[in-house]
């Protein structure tokens, strides 16, 4: 229960671009389903696909990745949604780094 101050990010409105409109999401609860999570980052523009990430046998890992219409609303998707409340849970969202989930993609 340490209430530290909530660190903020430089400028409000200057965010720099995150060159991806997937986002990762952490920390859920493990009631929380794919839809949960959507209807969640609905608040932040339109949701492409969400989706709970799961061990082989179905139980939630308490993570997801969503992703967003476009990079503006992954960004806005950040800003306001994280550290937000979902099912009782202050849930962390950034930008999925790993760029589609690991496929062995050519470069």
């Given at each position: 229960g340490s209430s530290g101050a909530a660190f903020v990010a430089g400028g409000y409105?200057?965010?720099p671009p995150i060159g991806t409109?997937?986002?990762y999401v952490g920390n859920l609860s493990w009631d929380v389903t794919?839809?949960?999570l959507k209807d969640h980052l609905k608040q932040a523009?339109?949701?492409?696909?969400a989706d709970v990430m799961s061990t082989?046998?179905?139980r939630s890992k308490g993570c997801g990745l969503v992703e967003m219409?476009?990079?503006?609303?992954?960004?806005?998707a950040i800003t306001e949604l994280n550290?937000?409340?979902l099912k009782g849970r202050s849930i962390f969202i950034r930008e999925?780094?790993?760029g589609g989930g690991g496929g062995r993609g050519g470069g």
């Open positions: 409105g200057m965010a409109s997937r986002l794919w839809q949960d523009g339109s949701v492409v696909r082989p046998d179905g219409a476009s990079e503006a609303e992954a960004r806005r550290d937000s409340d999925d780094r790993e």
